[in-house]
């Protein structure tokens, strides 16, 4: 007889100062079984400590923590596990703080006030690949990420360079869509979607499809329309 193969659990590692809604969510991601607690910590260092160890496929972190900005913090993280995902769970409400952790390469943000089941969409969102924000945050939040200073000089050179099915799927990505969905509305398969993003990364001399996806949001080229 066939036994049917279980797909991995989502492993999720907590960085958040306040106990108490720690507490409450890494208690509710240890009962669901498509979900796995991988740690919770309570202050950046420590977070990236965890991370090195543990590899989580998502990082669900507070941008106010002690000892670091937000910002600094989301970058170490990504360095520290270059294969998570970065969520940004916070009450502050900052454009420019947010923006600033999507540039350092977090994959997306959500308020600390949303329900807990919207959250743990966004964990399985950003697990698959998307990129996740509130409606009502997103105008001044792509308004600071294009007018930001950081931006390397030959972005726009290299943007550039994409050829026009590259520049098309990256479009898609910065609008929400996921891989499945960019091969089916381009009728090719998605393992050919993914060799463009590939190409895509190279020629931007980027990383992830979150950097990528911000040079096209700061660039105006692409529109996100597809938010949590």
């Not at 007889?1 to 659990?9: A, C, G, Q, T």
């Not at 409606?135 to 050829?163: C, H, K, S, Y």
């Not at 960019?182 to 393992?191: N, Q, R, W």
């Not at 993914?194 to 996806?213: D, F, N, R, T």
Request: proline share 6%; hydrophobic share 50%; glycine share 8%.
């Amino acid at each position: 007889m066939l036994i049917p193969m279980v797909s991995n659990p989502i492993r999720v590692l907590v960085v958040d100062d306040h106990e108490m809604f720690s507490d409450a969510l890494s208690l509710l991601l240890g009962r669901l079984p498509e979900l796995e607690l991988a740690g919770a910590v309570h202050d950046a260092e420590e977070g990236l400590v965890r991370a090195r160890e543990l590899q989580p496929d998502v990082v669900l972190m507070d941008l106010d923590l002690p000892g670091m900005d937000g910002i600094e913090a989301t970058q170490r993280m990504r360095e520290a596990a270059p294969g998570a995902k970065v969520v940004i769970v916070t009450a502050l409400s900052s454009p420019a703080l947010i923006a600033g952790a999507l540039a350092a390469g977090a994959c997306g943000y959500v308020p600390k006030t949303r329900a807990v089941d919207e959250l743990l969409d966004v964990v399985r969102r950003a697990a698959a690949g998307e990129i996740v924000m509130p409606d009502d945050d997103l105008p001044l939040v792509l308004e600071q990420l294009r007018g930001g200073t950081g931006m390397r000089p030959v972005a726009e050179i290299a943007l550039g360079r994409l050829t026009a099915r590259e520049t098309q799927i990256l479009r898609a990505l910065a609008a929400g869509e996921s891989t499945a969905s960019v091969a089916t509305k381009l009728g090719i398969s998605p393992l050919t979607v993914q060799s463009h993003v590939k190409s895509i990364l190279a020629k931007l001399g980027v990383h992830s499809k979150i950097e990528a996806v911000t040079l096209a949001w700061r660039h105006g080229i692409a529109p996100a329309v597809r938010t949590a």
